[in-house]
């Protein structure tokens, strides 16, 4: 009987172990997942100003972003435009080309639709996400 409760502690020892263990294993690949996400938070904001205009006929949906570069420099931009309301079988985003924007000037994005999100990216800046109001 002596045995059975050694053979238990021992067994409840090791199973501490283990998961002691497996708690300093996933620690760094937590750290590291988050790594990300704080490499983007330290990167400048994109130098853009934009606006949303509502748009009355036309086939250019009821909506357009519009995107102004602000600084001094042609900017290289890639859209992804998260739609809002996407039928089962399409995709749930609109993937758009890389623009430049020359200094000063404007990059319309149309065919939006209400509740729709835009995340705009450029290499050496953090990305930058603008929604569609509802209304």
């Known amino acids: 009987m002596i045995t059975t409760n050694r ?3 021992r067994t409840a020892l090791l ?9 300093f294993v996933a620690a760094p690949a937590l750290q590291a997942a988050d790594a990300p996400k704080a490499a983007a938070d330290k990167a400048p904001a994109l130098p853009v100003t934009t606006s949303i205009e509502k748009v009355t006929g036309g ?4 909506f357009v972003l519009k995107v102004k570069n602000v600084s001094k420099d042609s900017l290289k931009v890639t859209a992804k435009v998260l739609l809002a309301v996407a039928f089962h079988a399409d995709n749930k985003a609109r993937n758009l080309p890389e623009h430049a924007i020359a200094a000063g000037q404007d990059y319309s994005i ?3 639709a209400a509740a729709d999100k835009v995340v705009l990216t450029a290499a050496g800046f953090a990305p930058l996400e603008v929604a569609v109001p509802q209304k």
Not at 59 to 62: A, D, I, L, S
């Open 7 to 9: 053979s238990s502690c």
């Open 15 to 23: 199973a501490l172990a283990c998961a002691v263990s497996l708690a």
């Open 110 to 112: 149309a065919d939006l």
């Open 59 to 62: 086939e250019n949906g009821p």
